[in-house]
């Protein structure tokens, strides 16, 4: 059966999942972000099937989240390192990391994060860039971004959504001003 594919969906969250929507592809960067760069390096460590790597990397070079760089001429050989891009993606591992922990943990968290500027474990949030408060999901309400389509499948439009929400926060005695303003389409 062929992997259906949401790379035209009007939401960010599932064209993320359609370039990282598999558990080795997530794994690659997260070894990557611990330092590992080497085809051999990420097969000892993920126990993963060769050609699966093969393809893995290679969506992951051409996705932009990793660079191909030769570091030996004969033979050649060549390493993987994260870009400006699969660096960016450092935030969403740390929560999906704090997440975990959180809720399928059973013994504590089996690795942290460690600040070395002040000596500091972190604990990943999502904070207003504004006024710095931490935000949950009471005190949002998604609304249509800049880039939204005016061409939407009706199935995929999240307009009527977004609505329901706003309208169900109305009447629970909330105004749209009551909380921090974050726009975000998916």
Known sequence: MKRPTFDDWPCSVARVADVLGDPWTILLVRDASHGLTRFEEFQRSLKIPRNTLSARLRRLVEIGLLERRLYQD????AEYVLTDMGRDFFPVLTAMLGWGDRWLGEDGAPVSVHHVSCGHDIDP?????????PVDLDEVEFRLGPGYPDDVPEHLDLR???????AAQDARGRSASDGPEIASAG
Do not use: T
């Open 160 to 166: 009527d959504r977004f609505a329901r929400r706003v």
């Open 74 to 77: 004969y033979p050649p050989r």
């Open 125 to 133: 949030q999502v904070v207003c860039r504004s006024c710095g408060r």
